[in-house]
């Protein structure tokens, strides 16, 4: 069962598919330096995803991780 969110009219869902962190930096309305601080604090979990500090894009499962632990932009 897929949790459903809350939304305003005229706002729709964020598809979890791969996005660069600048775009979710963006989309999430911080610097990408900031949203970096943020992810690395699931270092340990995002590992699992084979993610490494220098990843540029976010495969689908990482942003659906990180939709989990932040919500969704």
Known sequence: MEKQGIYFEGERRIKPKAY?????AALYNV?????????HTY?????????????????PEVVRFLFERLGEP
Do not use: N, V
């Open 20 to 24: 660069y962190k600048y775009e979710l």
């Open 31 to 39: 610097c990408t330096k900031t949203f970096s601080s943020w992810i």
């Open 43 to 59: 270092l340990d979990e995002l590992q699992q995803f084979g993610y490494k500090k220098s990843t540029k894009l976010l495969r």
